[in-house]
């Protein structure tokens, strides 16, 4: 049986592409999956549900600046190489495939792949590299990338553009019923803002919800994704106009479509599924993110569909409004022609492998 051995992490946005492909791919158990992962980093919590072999590793921080940290790091990072050698040793170089989406747990993996002649495939979701990609990139048979701007940071002889490996739901019409707390939110008449700050939460959007709730309750239903740290904080919001969540699941993208504006922080993942959607949402990118990466994901939506963004300096009660009532309350859907990552990558795995 081939193997397919898939590594990234260190936060949510490097593992769910690779278990996007790896659901899809092995839906009929061809192939002989490996996840290898950090010993307790999110990825081994994230992939314990999918049929398997987790193998955990030392993982370290990289960093671009100066840090005490550094130092300790550069030997987690030894230790990782030398677990990840241990662990890849046992697969036979031909029919192996090793799948990389990034993240520090990722760069003592490829390293010893390759040193190894196994083929080496990594991806790339943001519109600006990592460091981690930036270095695995040297060590890859094939660099694959969500947006085309991302060119310019590797070797483009060995660079393609693949598009975002998303969720088969984005490109369906359909819009299946959204069912929350048992109210089913395809039957409302009011328009639905949907507010999310991903599965953690984002405290800045959440507090900006909270100031403005008097005025928002009055025009929306308001779902909102709060994180599971502040949902005890936020129930006490009490109104029928306002559905306050830990976390919104496998509804997430009917949630997309059906709400008449999103509004968000701008992780790769969630501007391409609204890119794909078609829907014009408002982002708030992280501020601290590196090398400023929301912002530039963000503005690949602004370019195709017209989403507004507001930078945390530029972010008042008042730009926020004016932004909910410029993309009014008739957003409807806006079909693009957008490249099906998940169905590209997943050819090119299986030519390869």
């Known amino acids: 049986m081939k193997t397919l051995i898939f590594t990234g ?6 593992v769910m592409p690779a278990l996007t492909i790896l659901k899809k791919i092995n839906a009929n158990h061809l192939y002989d999956v490996h996840y ?74 490829v390293i010893a792949a390759k040193l190894q002649g196994k083929k080496v495939f990594i991806h790339e979701q943001t519109s600006r590299v990592g460091l981690a990609n930036k270095i695995c990139s040297f060590f890859a048979d094939k660099v694959f990338i969500s947006f085309e701007d991302s060119f310019k940071y590797f070797d483009e002889s060995k660079t ?29 008449t009011m328009p639905i803002l949907f507010v999310t700050g991903g599965g953690n939460g984002a ?31 936020y129930s006490h919001l009490k109104h029928p106009h306002y559905i306050p969540l830990p976390f919104v699941g496998p509804e997430m993208i009917d949630l997309f479509k059906l709400a008449t504006v999103t509004v968000s922080r701008s992780g790769a993942g969630t501007v391409c599924e609204l890119i794909a959607v078609g829907k014009k949402s408002l982002f708030i990118p992280l501020k ?36 909910l009532k410029e993309i009014g309350l008739n957003n409807s859907i806006k079909r693009l022609k957008i490249q099906n990552g998940l169905d590209y990558l997943i050819k090119e795995i299986e030519a390869n492998i």
């Open 288 to 323: 601290i993110a590196q090398k400023n990466e929301q912002f530039f994901n963000a503005l690949e939506a602004h370019k195709k569909l017209g989403s507004l963004i507001i930078e945390e300096k530029e972010l008042t009660d008042e730009t926020f409004l004016a932004a």
């Open 36 to 109: 290898i992962g950090g010993i307790n980093s999110i990825e081994r919590e994230l992939v314990r549900d999918y049929k398997l072999t987790y193998h955990p590793i030392h993982t370290g921080k990289l960093r671009r600046y100066l840090s005490v940290e550094n130092f300790k790091d550069t030997m987690r990072v030894f230790l990782g190489l030398v677990d990840s050698f241990k662990i890849l040793w046992s697969f036979k170089r031909k029919n192996t495939l090793l799948f990389s989406t990034g993240g520090f747990v990722s760069v003592p993996v």
């Open 203 to 233: 405290q800045l959007i959440n507090k900006l919800i909270e100031k403005n709730f008097k005025e928002l309750t009055e025009k929306y239903i308001i779902v909102h994704q709060v994180g599971k740290n502040f949902v005890h904080e």
């Open 160 to 188: 393609f553009f693949s598009g975002y490996p998303l969720r088969e739901e984005c490109y369906l019409d359909h819009i299946q019923p959204v069912i929350i707390n048992g109210r089913t939110l395809n039957n409302e």
């Open 9 to 14: 992490g260190g936060s949510g946005g490097h």
